[in-house]
């Protein structure tokens, strides 16, 4: 079912690459599937986030059930990668895709039943990321079945531009649904319900087209430990995954204390703001997943995602000092574009430097270290309580900007990414590894 296509050539560049994939009917059922899929998720965490608000009007709360969600995801990951590993890709992706619409759909009816309690939105926030938790492995490590080897970074950019394209349109559909007397909250989740159904459809239109490798026959537990090894005798995934860590646990919180900016203690512009606020970061985004799409190559990676992540420290530690709105909202801009490219930079980068019998597990302890954000928050969210959000994300953000300074001018690695591959390959011929080494990305 899927047609044929040219692999990227020099003469493409610019938007044209980036979109190459596209030409493919298969990838192109794919990504419309992620699409829905995380068109459902952000307007999920717009409505859950704020009706969280609502009910308890503390910032505490926000983190509670973002902890809930995240939780299973940093326990059960590494696990869920090594099954993604084992089985069809497809079939989990198909299968838990079933499972994540049963939750919007109970929250909706506690709303219509006027049932609804915190602990009850928690509970179902703790069974999502359970869910996610076998999801999302299997979608990443599914994209190299579906691509060519010179389309990866392409097929990376587009997933990411349809993540972060929903960053936009996930928010201004909630707020929409939020002042439509015939929607309201309860049809809210109704929607998000129907977008996840039709992400399931899509999958089913969905088939691997490349080589993939087949389950070994060894323990789960056998194949995880493994997978652990690897990523500890590999200098390049050590380094890109401490570095994701840094920006996502730092960087990334201040997203869940948006619905406290657009309380009374900050802009005070209601529900529809903050909907605009988590707009406006979306477009942002989804430039920034574009914009490292559509580079041939990423020379000078390491100097773009160091710019990148540093823009994202300043962005925050000025965002918690303004007090207009307006200016506020470009920052958002900024620090979507910025946040979304090193991103991007970093999970393509992951997945062209693991060997891919193991993108299964690395990709599921890359979201296993994103996800981590979700414990921090817990805490950041109580000082934000205690000392204020706007002193709380001044901190994250100059925390931010002195680490990553610390470690690009301290780490010589890191800035070693900059050099040829040649060089960065002769620098890592010592790592221990029992694997074959894989070249390295063009």
């Not at 909250?185 to 319900?193: C, D, Q, S, V």
């Not at 570095?243 to 960087?251: I, S």
């Not at 997203?255 to 988590?278: K, N």
Request: aromatic share 10%; hydrophobic share 55%.
């Amino acid at each position: 079912m899927s047609s044929s296509h040219k692999s990227p050539s020099n003469s493409q560049s610019g938007w044209t690459r980036t979109l190459v994939p596209l030409r493919d009917s298969n990838f192109r059922a794919y990504w419309m599937g992620v699409l829905f899929y995380f068109l459902a998720i952000n307007i999920n965490g717009v409505a859950r986030g704020w009706l969280a608000w609502q009910m308890t009007g503390k910032a505490s709360f926000l983190g509670f059930i973002s902890l809930c969600w995240g939780l299973p995801v940093v326990l059960i990951s590494l696990y869920a990668g090594a099954i993604a590993d084992r089985v069809d890709k497809r079939k989990v992706a198909l299968r838990t895709q079933a499972l994540i619409l049963l939750a919007p759909l109970a929250i909706a009816l506690l709303l219509q039943t006027d049932t609804i309690q915190i602990w009850q939105l928690a509970v179902i926030a703790l069974m999502e990321g359970v869910v996610y938790s076998f999801n999302i492995p299997a979608r990443m490590a599914w994209v190299p079945e579906l691509v060519s080897e010179d389309d990866l970074m392409s097929s990376m950019a587009l997933n990411s531009g349809a993540m972060q394209a929903t960053l936009v349109v996930g928010p201004a559909l909630a707020a929409l649904c939020f002042v439509l007397p015939f929607v309201g909250m309860t049809g809210t989740f109704y929607l998000i319900a129907a977008s996840h159904f039709v992400a399931l459809l899509l999958i089913r239109f969905t088939h691997s087209t490349h080589v993939s490798f087949p389950a070994t026959g060894e323990h789960v537990l056998k194949q995880m430990l493994e997978a652990a090894g690897y990523v500890a005798s590999n200098a390049r995934l050590r380094l890109l995954l401490g570095l994701a860590f840094l920006v996502l646990c730092l960087g990334s919180p201040f997203i869940t204390l948006l619905p406290v900016f657009a309380g009374e203690r900050v802009f005070d512009v209601g529900s529809r703001g903050f909907a605009v606020m988590a707009a406006v970061a979306g477009v942002g985004a989804t430039a920034g997943a574009f914009a490292v799409g559509s580079w041939p190559h990423l020379l000078g990676r390491g100097r773009v995602q160091f710019l990148a992540g540093m823009a994202v420290g300043v962005g925050l530690f000025v965002f918690g000092l303004v007090q207009h709105f307006a200016i506020a909202l470009l920052l958002l801009l900024l620090l979507g574009l910025t946040s979304t490219g090193y991103s991007v930079i970093t999970s393509t980068l992951i997945l062209a430097y693991a060997d891919r019998r193991f993108h299964g597990r690395v990709m599921s302890i890359y979201i296993l270290v994103g996800q981590l954000v979700w414990i921090v928050t817990m805490p950041i969210a109580a000082a934000a309580d205690l000392v204020g959000v706007q002193k709380t994300v001044m901190v994250l953000g100059a925390a931010l900007a002195v680490a990553l300074a610390a470690l690009r001018f301290g780490y010589a690695p890191y800035r070693r990414f900059d050099k040829p591959e040649s060089t960065v390959q002769v620098e890592l011929e010592e790592e221990p590894s029992s694997l074959p080494r894989q070249s390295p990305p063009a």
